[in-house]
């Protein structure tokens, strides 16, 4: 046993050396790169957010360098939501007078002369119109006006005399116009340069002057001007081309030259308010100044920054659409008037031949002349949409803030939490994003929130698979060495559990090994003797590893042994001292097993020590070290000197509960001054017999007499307890009997009944 006493003195001074260098401990590494410092849970958290930060930028910065063509998957998502909610059906103030398939059957190919459009005016107003807006211009004369048939039949040489003056359509059209509330209607085009007429409305500005964000055209088509001459407003219809040629906004105002024109929608609502002007609301300074809102008589109208208003619709499922014949039907005025009284009507068509048809969120072939009134009865209703300037920066906040709480969870949580939360997140702005189109008409981008949180998703969270693979797999080939099964997979699933380097816990630390092994190894074969340990550490470790024991290390046939780390473990000591007893029962077995007679020494102690991955850069190992683990060594040194299988100290046995322990002796062992009370662990406290608890309540008696040096007392306790048959402190009891024969009958004056031992 001398040889395996050396080994464990030669292990405890290298624990010192290692202490003293320092070779793992990360604050002494001066010099290193700061990687090297960090742990690998803190490198793999560092890895997720990185590569998450990354995603997360280049999602916003490619949305914004690509905004246009991002905002077409986003026109999609706004399309939907009209879709699923469209804005709520009204009975309309404007009405259409529909140039359909019927009434060309009826009325003739288009155009149709101008005198028919005169009548169609002049009875529309006659059945009760407010106003009359034309979804059409009148950009040529009348090619079926008498006057030139007559000249085309002569050109033939066909010799007409006509002697009263013809009539001329076009001024027929123009004195219905002079005569009614109508508004004519221009196209706005840079496909020409003539300039379009003058505008009969005019604009009044609160606020910097805006037009620097309106899209100028060159010229426009426009009427004769025999009837804009004599027309009371004019607006344009003409739709701005659209990226997927869907129409989801409509410019209120435009600019050609130098002026500015109104659209037709406003401009019919103008004119039936008896309104001469409009009035534009802007904001910023007059270097960047925006659009906020339009007044048309007592209407206020939200403007985008370009002076665009986002079309709510409805479908217009309760406005009248009157097919141009009818009116033409005298049995059918009285049902016109009905319909038409007080209305705005606007002229347009349905007729597939005549190209009038357009697609929108709701219909993909809707008659352009539909999607104006469909913005009057918005402006009229005062429903609208509103995507204003900020909102782009919530997205944008919303993206970072989703993004880095997603980055949170993956650098600290497990994977499923990570998935879990991305969902709920990309939820939340799925929700919030139709909770604002559907509460409060605000028209928030989910994509690009969701986008960047699927960009940290899908790049961080791979990573952070990968490295809690990778981190799972070194703790399982690290610590399975050491710790149960249970333990191991507890480790692996929390890896924060682990801190690696060195940190400071409380521990329970367990020495044991074989008495006599010495002497026993000296009568066997190097082959013999392998097969003895294997037979014996075998069921140990078992015993140690089902307590959640973590093993450091086999030194020849001693075990090294300690609680709480690298997993935090309730009731350590309570543990420890059941492990030391399973020990005892299990090597009682063997020996039963083997017909062996071996016996063990396990010495336990509670305190403060250093744990962690100790050694050198090339090779380390999980252990403890400290004074406590020294300690625990000398403990278990003097099991041999007390003929007890377990000793323990002070601090183990205040730890437990059910246990029985009695003192044996407090003792000065090697390399410390301070004396240490040990106690014999006896075994569980229902387990004991009355005989046994006679017994200890004697020792104890003996024990106090001889720590207050009544050693007369002692004497005669002691002879009483040398005299019973079933002693477990036999042993220590002939150990006090020595030392009382070699003392006189009284004590010393300096007696403090400390044993002062002289080996480990």
Request: hydrophobic share 45%.
């Amino acid at each position: 046993m001398g040889i395996d006493r050396d080994l464990r003195g030669q292990h405890d001074r290298r624990r010192s050396v290692t202490k003293a260098a320092g070779g793992p401990r990360p604050e002494q590494r001066q010099g290193r790169p700061t990687l090297r410092r960090l742990s690998s849970s803190q490198r793999r958290k560092l890895g997720v957010v990185l590569i998450g930060l990354a995603a997360l930028v280049a999602v916003i910065v490619g949305h914004a360098a690509f905004s246009s063509q991002a905002f077409r998957l986003t026109a999609l998502v706004f399309d939907t939501y009209q879709v699923m909610k469209p804005r709520d059906a009204t009975d309309p103030p404007v009405a259409v007078i529909d140039i359909d398939e019927v009434s060309i059957s009826k009325l003739g190919q288009w155009p149709w002369s101008r005198g028919t459009v005169a009548e169609m005016v002049t009875k529309a107003s006659g059945l009760g119109a407010a106003v009359i807006g034309f979804d059409i211009v009148f950009s040529e004369p009348d090619r079926t006006a008498p006057v030139r048939l007559v000249e085309a039949m002569r050109r033939q040489g066909i010799a007409i005399d006509i002697g009263a003056d013809l009539p001329d359509p076009d001024a027929q059209l123009a004195d219905a116009v002079a005569l009614n509330a109508v508004a004519l209607g221009i196209a706005l085009s840079n496909e020409t340069t003539v300039p379009a007429p003058e505008p009969k409305a005019g604009f009044s500005f609160l606020g910097p002057d805006p037009r620097a964000r309106l899209t100028p055209y060159s010229g426009a088509l426009s009427n004769l001007s025999a009837l804009t001459e004599r027309a009371t407003a004019m607006g344009y219809f003409s739709f701005p081309p659209t990226p997927d040629n869907i129409i989801r906004t409509f410019p209120l105002v435009s600019m050609s030259g130098d002026l500015l024109y109104p659209a037709l929608s406003i401009e019919v609502l103008r004119i039936a308010q008896q309104e001469g002007s409009f009035v534009l609301r802007s904001a910023g300074s007059e270097e960047g100044s925006a659009f906020t809102d339009l007044r048309v008589g007592t209407l206020d109208v939200p403007l985008s920054a370009d002076g665009e208003i986002w079309i709510y619709y409805s479908g217009l499922p309760n406005m009248p659409v009157i097919s141009a014949a009818d009116l033409f039907d005298p049995e059918k005025a009285e049902t016109l008037a009905g319909l038409i009284q007080g209305r705005i009507m606007l002229v347009g068509t349905s007729a597939v031949g005549l190209r009038d048809i357009v697609a929108t969120p709701v219909d993909p072939a809707m008659p352009g002349v539909k999607v104006h009134a469909e913005i009057i009865d918005q402006i009229a209703s005062g429903v609208f949409l509103q995507r204003p300037d900020w909102i782009i920066g919530a997205e944008r906040a919303a993206a970072i803030i989703g993004g880095l709480i997603l980055l949170t969870v993956l650098a600290t949580a497990a994977p499923a939490l990570s998935l879990a939360t991305g969902t709920v997140l990309a939820g939340l702005v799925a929700g919030g994003s139709w909770l604002a189109f559907s509460r409060a008409l605000t028209l928030f981008d989910p994509l690009m929130p969701m986008a960047a949180l699927g960009a940290v998703l899908l790049t961080a969270l791979p990573l952070l698979l990968m490295l809690t693979h990778r981190e799972k797999r070194f703790v399982r080939e690290s610590f399975g060495r050491y710790l149960s099964p249970t333990l191991v997979e507890r480790l692996s699933e929390n890896p924060a559990g682990l801190t690696l380097g060195g940190e400071d816990r409380e521990l329970t630390i367990l020495f044991s090994d074989i008495r006599g092994f010495t002497s026993l190894s000296e009568t066997m074969t190097p082959t013999e003797l392998t097969g003895l340990l294997n037979n014996f550490l075998t069921p140990m470790t078992d015993v140690l590893l089902e307590r959640e024991a973590t093993i450091d290390k086999y030194i020849g046939d001693a075990i090294m042994a300690f609680w709480n780390a690298p997993l935090d473990i309730a009731e350590h000591p309570q543990k420890a001292c059941l492990a030391a007893l399973d020990m005892v029962a299990a090597l009682d077995r063997l020996n039963r097993e083997s017909g062996m007679n071996l016996k063990i020494g396990i010495g336990l102690n509670t305190g403060m020590a250093c744990v962690g991955n100790l050694g050198s850069d090339q090779r380390f190992s999980y252990s403890c070290l400290g004074d406590s683990v020294n300690l625990a060594s000398r403990v278990e040194g003097m099991t041999k000197l007390y003929d007890i299988s377990i000793l323990v100290t002070e601090e183990v046995r205040a730890g437990t509960t059910s246990l029985v322990f009695a003192e044996v002796d407090r003792v000065r062992v090697v390399g410390r001054q301070a004396p240490v009370t040990l106690h014999a662990l006896i075994g569980v406290a229902n387990a004991t017999s009355s005989d046994l608890a006679d017994l200890l309540q004697v020792h104890a008696a003996f024990i106090a007499a001889w720590q207050a040096g009544d050693l007369g007392i002692a004497r005669n306790l002691l002879k009483d307890l040398l005299a019973l048959p079933r002693n477990p402190l036999s042993g220590t009891h002939r150990l006090y009997s020595e030392r009382l024969a070699m003392l006189p009958e009284t004590a010393p004056a300096d007696w403090d009944g400390v044993f002062t031992a002289s080996s480990k």
